[in-house]
């Protein structure tokens, strides 16, 4: 029996499917895939059973030689500041987590991404607040949890992106 396999022949497993959805997401609101295009891979990518598979679904938007590589396992210590970019932004809206993007963001592309997720997470809640006049108020005990969620998140050196929010900060 033979027992090697091709890469592409390999079962992908739920975090595979999960990073190439939150690439998808990204990619749809680039402007690079319509909406429907959008759906019809979504779907794909969430049934994939191969690399191969996703591999197709990722096969016009993988990243270009221009782009940063991916970095290693983030350290202790950007691990807290970025969970403390979560956590801040419940006390002061998307101020705290808007100095800690500028000053630690610079030496963390970990730091970074998380400060920018909360700054457009605390953005988003605000406008929603702004535009129903008060009523999206009811929003911030909510966002304790979110905020919590996603500080646990950065705490163990995992990405977290909130679902369903304006990313006017990249």
Known sequence: MDSTFATGDLRVSDAEREQVV????DAY???RLEHAEFDMRMHLA???KTRSDLATVMRDLTPGPGLPEAEGEPTGEERVVAALAHFTGVLTLFVAPLVLMLVCGRKSQYVRRHAAEAVNFQLTVLAVTVLTFGVGAMLYSITWVVAGVAAVHALVGRPFRHPWILRPVK
């Open 29 to 31: 609101a680039e402007g």
């Open 22 to 25: 939150a690439r998808l997401q």
């Open 46 to 48: 969430m049934t994939a």
